[in-house]
């Protein structure tokens, strides 16, 4: 399938097709990513030509094997999660959530983890790559609200509770120049294990259950509705791939190039907030 995308249609034009696309497919799979977020003050991973915009984030191998790049992530996050943990929902999860409410939604796939579709007061969530208000133990499973942890870490890094930094992606703020060797990491409270976001990093696999949950969802829905993604992380990808393959009509409102396009029965390159706010 080609999109429809032509750089000379109007808003109207744009809208009119989003808003036929909905009302033709009652039961919607919406895959969102980073791009729903932005106006909340979460910054993206990447351009709009699909790039990275910094580094590469920390990968799963690197967390779980190296003490040092462990200090350098908490230290990152216990400045970074002050802003991060004070983001509210946007137009973009206000409008979702009353498409949900509306019943035209039959499963909401979020690559994002900062929870702001919950808090929107969309039900129908899979959060594909986990939630960062969670922390767990890789010893025993054990889960710690990130809010408890974040003092834990505070009382043990006083100095670094004082700074403030630039944000990056979901709450990882750029401290580069600081020596991290000194930081503290604290171990579980229950086990003395180590201690991870309870997120997917790169590098490591999605948990099945949340991965079949998906399938399930994308396979009772009529249609699928990109928001905000670039596709360009597989996990994500997959199931807009699996949509095309089984023929069901694909829509996408992002801002530049995704790794989906030539798949997009409709593509509406304009802000993802305002855009879905219009047809909801």
């Given at each position: 399938?080609?999109?429809?995308?032509?750089?000379?249609?109007?808003?109207?034009?744009?809208?009119?097709r989003l808003r036929d696309f909905v009302a033709a497919h009652p039961r919607l799979f919406v895959l969102t990513g980073a791009g729903v977020s932005?106006?909340?003050?979460?910054?993206?991973?990447?351009?709009?030509?699909?790039?990275?915009?910094?580094?590469?984030?920390?990968?799963?191998?690197?967390?779980?094997?190296?003490e040092r790049t462990r200090r350098r992530y908490w230290a990152r996050s216990l400045v970074g999660w002050?802003?991060?943990s004070r983001a509210h929902p946007?137009?973009?999860?206000?409008?979702?959530?009353?498409?949900?409410?509306?019943?035209?939604?039959?499963?909401?796939?979020?690559?994002?983890?900062d929870g702001l579709h919950q808090a929107a007061?969309?039900?129908?969530?899979?959060?594909?790559?986990?939630?960062?208000?969670?922390?767990?133990?890789?010893?025993?499973?054990?889960?710690?609200?990130?809010?408890?942890?974040?003092?834990?870490?505070?009382?043990?890094?006083?100095?670094?509770?004082?700074?403030?930094?630039?944000?990056?992606?979901?709450?990882?703020?750029?401290?580069?120049?600081?020596?991290?060797?000194?930081?503290?990491?604290?171990?579980c409270p229950l086990c003395g294990g180590l201690l991870k976001p309870d997120v997917v990093?790169?590098?490591?696999?999605?948990?099945?259950?949340?991965?079949?949950?998906?399938?399930?969802?994308?396979e009772q829905a009529d249609a699928v509705l990109v928001a905000g993604s670039s596709l360009m992380v597989f996990s994500g990808f997959r199931f807009v791939n699996a949509a095309a393959k089984a023929g069901k009509p694909i829509a996408a409102v992002n801002m530049g190039r995704t790794r989906a396009d030539g798949l997009f029965s409709l593509k509406i390159e304009r802000p993802v907030a305002e855009t879905l706010a219009a047809i909801a």
């Open positions: 399938m080609n999109a429809d995308a032509r750089p000379d249609r109007s808003l109207e034009d744009d809208l009119a932005t106006d909340s003050g979460i910054p993206d991973y990447r351009d709009n030509q699909g790039d990275w915009k910094r580094p590469q984030p920390v990968t799963y191998q690197a967390f779980m094997g190296d002050r802003r991060f946007n137009a973009a999860h206000l409008a979702l959530a009353r498409l949900e409410a509306a019943g035209r939604v039959e499963v909401l796939l979020t690559q994002n983890v007061g969309s039900h129908h969530v899979i959060d594909l790559h986990g939630r960062l208000d969670r922390v767990r133990c890789m010893a025993h499973g054990h889960l710690v609200q990130r809010s408890a942890f974040q003092e834990v870490l505070e009382q043990r890094n006083p100095a670094w509770a004082e700074l403030d930094a630039v944000d990056a992606p979901d709450g990882d703020a750029d401290l580069e120049g600081h020596d991290f060797s000194r930081f503290q990491v604290p171990d990093f790169f590098g490591e696999g999605v948990p099945r259950e949340r991965v079949l949950a998906a399938v399930h969802g994308l």
